[in-house]
């Protein structure tokens, strides 16, 4: 896609089309996160590594909090991205076939 190239639209108002963009995004990171961490915590139970309440009960560290701030970051200016009116398609992360074989 070019800059030339025009912004596929949907409804008149483009900010509605912004915003479906905006809940497009967030229905995926959804459903990535609610299938892996549904997959980890039943690994983890037939484990026998955490009881089926552990994850309700935890606390992360400093350090830990800090990465998890870092991460909600990321996910909010992705999802600010389509806010801004232009569409671009973006290759999938190099890892990605790493992360969800």
Same mark, same amino acid.
């Given at each position: 896609?070019?800059?030339?190239?025009?912004?596929?639209?949907?409804?008149?108002?483009? &900010?509605?089309? *912004?915003?479906? @963009?905006?809940?497009?995004?967030? !229905? !995926?990171? $959804?459903?990535?996160?609610?299938?892996?961490?549904?997959? $980890?915590?039943?690994?983890?139970?037939?484990?026998?590594?955490?009881?089926?309440?552990?994850?309700? &009960?935890?606390?992360?560290?400093?350090?830990?909090?800090? @990465? $998890?701030?870092?991460?909600? &970051? !990321?996910?909010?200016?992705?999802?600010?991205?389509?806010?801004?009116?232009?569409?671009?398609? *973006?290759?999938?992360? !190099?890892?990605?076939?790493?992360?969800? @074989?």
């Amino acid at each position: 896609m070019t800059a030339a190239d025009p912004e596929q639209t949907f409804f008149e108002d483009p &900010s509605l089309d *912004r915003a479906l @963009a905006m809940i497009m995004v967030l !229905a !995926a990171e $959804l459903a990535v996160t609610r299938d892996r961490l549904r997959s $980890l915590e039943v690994l983890l139970q037939n484990a026998g590594t955490i009881s089926a309440g552990a994850l309700d &009960s935890y606390r992360p560290e400093p350090a830990e909090e800090a @990465a $998890l701030a870092v991460d909600s &970051s !990321a996910m909010a200016q992705q999802l600010m991205e389509a806010a801004k009116g232009t569409q671009a398609s *973006r290759s999938a992360r !190099a890892d990605n076939e790493e992360r969800f @074989a």
